[in-house]
């Protein structure tokens, strides 16, 4: 910046000219995010001269869509990673990375390399000598195999991985990868805090924007395969042929990339598209219907995925108003499906708007009768938690209670109760913690991931979906660290039991270079942000604290309204004795869902891990806890050490400023500003109000709230984005 | 594109390779419209040699932020636009621009330019000899005179203009330069078409999207100096302490540029925000509430513009609903502000929910009789026509009218009514032709420019505001077209004398090179792109045919509904014996607010310009045109002629294609594709309509509708986008 302060004359003003003319000049590619974990940077380091030495020409043979965007990837991508390399060798013998399968290049094929036993997607990655010269070979099982061998291959490269001894041989451990959009057709996403939905509905089928293109290739880089378009609460107009059109121009960008479209269902869409009076599945003409649509669909979209359906939950229309089962439901849309190779994926979020029962308590109640009775193309898909997404909740009781019915994990990669876009928390792991959580069914050491990769039940498909967090904000997520859930989700998608540590090492590399300098401390700040949240939220076990409606901020006050458990004093129960929700038997009992093991620990005040007590327990103020502190003091506690670990990352960052670009530099500490502002806010506000509750005073040492409950409960944010 | 078809081994792929290469590397800056107008590509051509003699060094003297802008902006462009320019002179007899003030930098003080008699914002460009060396001087009346002279002077060499000899004289003509944004709190855009609102509401004041630095710099450059943040149809929460503080943060990035910001006022804040039972205007608590509030702002905003207020206009409050005036109203809120020296601009655009009477009568009924009686710190905003931003209106008939009172030009940049964002429609074309007709009042000659520049009256005030195109579309206004709508109201609001045709090749210039084989078939598309909307849409005077609420697509046939004049059917009153809306004596007399000579012209069907004869005349079928075509006849080769022209404007784009980046192209390409099939639509639809009225064939040659009437009225689009 030019700033001349003195009566300098000429000369000093040349001087700064000059500074500001090296200032000004805008950098090549601008930092905006928009590149995501594909910024393909020139590379440096040592690596470098073995890269250039073992790609001196890329060989994809074969003409489909596919191959094409395999030959444009790895052209475009080694170009500006391994920049001016004149050198590079156009004579046969020159060391060559070659991609394709064993039906798309016979030199593939004469490897021998067993592709056909891998799963669909898989793919080889091998270094070796082939025709007298030196060759990498990515080879996929199938096309879409190589496209990820491909990705997989320049991740090695933009992760500094040596590449001369490559002996790799990868398939995703879960068929159904999807990130499910929750996008309506006014192009506003409920729950989305980056922009409006990237779906330009108005101008498709007609314009195709090429950042469809950019989603595709991001996705198909971390293995996605599937994307529902449109949101569950859903409108039925998106089956109509003007809709189908869309939808169906979108298919066409994203199937040379693997990425399958499917659409959520409004169970109500024979009454309201169709014209008929009834949308009860066992009705013939509402069978038919369906049969008649879906053959519809698939005359649009040849490779439709499937629907997506939000079913007698929350409002929505579903088989129970006509007094038939979810699967009735489910497998009526089954069974128009099933001609074409669609599924039907039915959520198992339900909660009846009549039941009394603790909300906990009712997918499981509803479902595990069901078990056995859905059709074979129908999945079950189960959020990782029995509440809503909550900053933390223990492993939802379905998993493992099911194992004749194929069940979907529903994660949420849009930061609904984990504060939106400007707060830095890492999911990692939180998927973490729940794909590693222990069933106990039918026995110790069956993981949750092991119930949706189908080994524990030997299902036949599995699934995993997220709630997206993309929009039309220029970094797709709202924030540059929101761009990790989404990488944390697909490549746990793909693996997992990936380490969320590993992948956020390797998501850091990418988005922010190699440098050790900032790889380590960005990756510890990614690591321990999903605590510090709950910390400054919802510690020990409390859930469902947030203002009401669009979930912005405390509001553990709330209460009132149309639904008990849509107030928070309904889940954290806070009186003169204690603090939390008694799931135990002598309390809703939603513990004897889980396995006997698991239900004797979490009914157990004294085995029931600490960030599950209130979840639980109903606790007295002055119960001692695992620190030695009474609960009352271990909450503030741990409120206040969430609040303060988030002026710590902040610290962090600020260390960091040499290693970063100015424009993501600034964004970032501009959002962490706002994160220890609000993370103090919600530890002052929830302080304040439990305090009202326990009549203790703050332990030693920690600081009052800066203002009375009754500011806390005044603030009022009507505008909040992402409300439905 | 790598597309290899053929078994031919590796050297073809090498070759394609290398080609594949080439393509795949991203341009260093790419071409996605971002940067508007100021794109400072590096120059070619002859001029170039002697624009780096002559701008050897850049001089800012001076440290105020505006000066600064002011150096950051020259700097930054002159480094773009004459890249590599290593030969540049260090030495104090190299050739300098020098930019500054009288009393920033004494070496323009000696030249004693007259600065003090330019009007604000003013500035002069001189090439001369200073202290024995080659200069340019860009001399500013004010810091902000510098900061639009360096504009100018950057468009200069943009545009390859000669600077050897440069003695320039500019001053804006109108005071107030406005963009007027219908803005949401939800950041939601009402008749917004390029995504959501600029501003970020939710993260406001913490964080500062840098896009508002460029929003400043992009309205600087062509004059804007003031900005209503808000809708129209306002919301009171705007004017709480949480909301000023965002719009002071705004505020705060547009001071240097010379941006004021404004907020428009929801006549009932009083009741809804104030707690008071009242918003009467002569009540004595709601004066002081409204003094209290205002001051209150100015602590949050010192230099705050003032209010924007549509008061009793389609529902929203205003003083009548307490039995007072416009004038009560507007004067009570003046009184507020004049301390202050902020202004109220208050909207002509009215129409009372009882008034049975023609819709274009109302504003002039209500208004002429208060001219005198407001304030003088009060503007009253007019539209440019009497209805409502249509593809065509006569002047407003209160130009003219009201010569005691600062008249301001409300146009509107968005293109509610012109097809939204897909549809080329230059408006510089629609908003000359205004500003050049002529109100003769008091005398033949006295232009709409002439009384809203205040020289037909002497306005003390002047002032013209446009509703902004602007949104979070990384293109910003929705195509790349529609940045040159933005652009020419800015240019003719500086100087509303200015040729839209001059502006058009002045904008291609900036946007798209200086090549001769694009810049003529542009301009001309350009210029030929209004009229052909209004064939397409509303040929020969015909108005607000288009479908309900959303206004996107013909809706000729709407009637029904909640009030007459929300209905097609109201305007256009085809019937079996003609079509057009009878304002002469005969009818509604609408043409008696004209002043008499121009009365007599609108009211004689037989001295009507045709394009207005539909608006003032009911016509029968048969009416024999200037063509020598019968009306009917007439209205059908309008139309069609419309949606040819479309045709051959795309034709036109595609011959461009060499000189026209990728990225670029494609989008323009399909948008025309787009604007194509919809003006056919246009036609086909009104075409098939109004046939049932006139019950005559079509004249031969002319194409039949595509579709039946029932078709064209059963489209439904009930998520086109700006809805309110």
Known sequence: MLTIRCRCGFRFAQLLLALSLLASIPTALAEDGYELWQRYRPLGGGAIEQYRRSVQRIIVKGDSPTLRAVAQELNAAIARLLPGDSSREASDSAAALIAGTAQSDSSIAALRLDLGSLPAGGFVIRTLRLEGRNAIVI???????????????????????????????????????????????????????????????????????????????????????????????????????????????????????????????????????????????????????????????????????????????????????????????????????????????????????EQPDDRAKQAYTEFVPLDGKFRDNVLVQVKNGAIDFQPREPLHPLFGAMPRTPLMMEFQITKEYLGFATHLVYLGPLYEEVLRADTYRPRQGTTVASVIDGSAHSYRLTGIGGVANTGSDRNWSGSHFDQANWYVFGRLAWNPSLSSRSIAEEWVRLTFGNEPQIVQPVVAMMMSSHQAAVDYMTPLGLHHLMDRGHHYGPGPWIEGGPRADWTSVYFHRADARGIGFDRTSAGSNAVSQYAPPLAHIFGDVRRVPEDFLLWFHHVPWDYRTQSGRILWDELVHRYSRGAEHVTEMRKTWQTLQPYVDAERYAQIDAFLAIQAKEARWWRDACIAYFRTFSNRPLPAGYAEPGHSLAYYESLKFPFAPGHE
Request: proline share 6%; glycine share 10%; charged share 20%.
């Open 139 to 353: 080879a996929g099982r199938d096309e879409v195999g190589v496209l990820y061998g491909a990705f997989h291959f320049l991740r090695l490269l933009q992760t500094l991985q040596p590449i001369d001894a490559l002996d790799i041989r990868e398939a995703p451990r879960i068929k159904l990868r999807m990130l499910d959009h929750w996008d309506n057709l006014d192009r506003s996403v409920e729950r989305g805090y980056a922009g409006q939905s990237l779906w330009d509905w108005h101008k498709l089928p007609d314009y195709i924007d090429p950042r469809y293109v950019d989603y595709a290739r991001a996705n198909a880089s971390i293995g996605i395969n599937g994307t529902v378009l449109t949101n569950v609460n859903a409108n039925a107009t998106s089956l109509t042929p003007q809709y189908l059109e869309k939808s169906a121009a979108l298919a066409r960008v994203f199937r040379p990339y693997g990425i399958r479209v499917f659409l959520s269902a409004r169970f109500s869409a024979p009454i309201e598209i169709g014209g008929l009076k009834t949308a009860d599945p066992l009705d013939p003409g509402v069978r038919a219907w369906w049969q008649a649509k879906v053959a519809e669909i698939y005359r649009y979209i040849p490779d439709f995925g499937g629907f997506l359906v939000k079913a007698n939950s929350e409002g929505q229309p579903g088989p129970q108003d006509y007094g038939r089962s979810h699967a009735d439901g489910a497998n009526m849309l089954g069974e128009a499906l099933a001609p074409h190779g669609g599924v039907v994926i039915w959520r198992a979020f339900v909660y009846s708007n």
